[in-house]
T-cell receptor, first 113, second 113 residues
Framework: GEDVEQSLFLSVREGDSSVINCTYT??????LYWYKQEPGAGLQLLTY?????DMKQDQRLTVLLNKKDKHLSLRIADTQTGDSAIYFC?????????????FGAGTRLAVHP | DTAVSQTPKYLVTQMGNDKSIKCEQN?????MYWYKQDSKKFLKIMFS???????INETVPNRFSPKSPDKAHLNLHINSLELGDSAVYFC????????????FGNGTRLTVT
């Protein structure tokens, strides 16, 4: 089946690291994505990882993929107030050869001083 | 030079009316999508077009009809609006129809009264 689960809330202190976790169900997903949504805005692609990788680093962002457990995480180093947003994880189950991103419910990250 | 642009940004209308939302992308992408985000921020795919051909049609009431006059445009027409149609509708595009990230517009907030 297609299901992506994330915890709904995360609160961190400015300067600390944030870790947002996600579990997905479809092992055929070729890519897994992280999107960021700020209030009143669209979804911004943050980063993505190919299913044959287990880690990807992009400046302050580190993505870890555990394919066996179908677990994806996003670590944000030195979290800033501008990182406060909703973070969505998405899987891409094989669906007749078409892109069909299935999103989790989003994790609301609150960064406090 | 907005990549994926939607109009209008806000739409308030009464039950029973018919309305349209327009979307245009200037990225040269082949594939476009409509997603619906409900009040709990849950995102669900509605439709996808690849080079003007409908390729994904999820379980959506037939009051919703997408139209793609060319590959840079995907409009969404909704007939006989209902209270439950209130949501934020996001248009997105991707370079091709498989294994490529989606680029989202800023959304259209539809309120049905």
């Amino acid at each position: 089946g297609e299901d992506v689960e994330q915890s709904l809330f995360l609160s961190v202190r400015e300067g600390d690291s944030s870790v947002i976790n996600c579990t997905y169900t479809d092992s055929s997903s070729t890519y897994l994505y992280w999107y960021k949504q700020e209030p009143g805005a669209g979804l911004q692609l943050l980063t993505y990882i190919f299913s044959n990788m287990d880690m990807k680093q992009d400046q302050r962002l580190t993505v870890l993929l555990n394919k066996k457990d179908k677990h994806l995480s996003l670590r944000i180093a030195d979290t800033q107030t501008g990182d406060s947003a909703i973070y969505f994880c998405a899987e891409t189950p094989f669906s007749g050869g078409y892109n069909k991103l299935i999103f989790g419910a989003g994790t609301r990250l609150a960064v406090h001083p | 030079d907005t990549a994926v642009s939607q109009t209008p940004k806000y739409l308030v209308t009464q039950m029973g009316n018919d309305k349209s939302i327009k979307c245009e992308q200037n990225l040269g992408h082949d594939t476009m999508y409509w997603y619906k985000q409900d009040s709990k921020k849950f995102l669900k795919i509605m439709f996808s077009y690849n080079n003007k051909e409908l390729i994904i049609n999820e379980t959506v009431p037939n009051r919703f009809s997408p139209k793609s006059p060319d590959k840079a445009h995907l409009n969404l027409h909704i007939n006989s609006l209902e209270l439950g149609d209130s949501a934020v509708y996001f248009c997105a595009s991707s370079p091709d129809r498989a294994n490529s990230p989606l680029h989202f517009g800023n959304g259209t907030r539809l309120t049905v009264t």
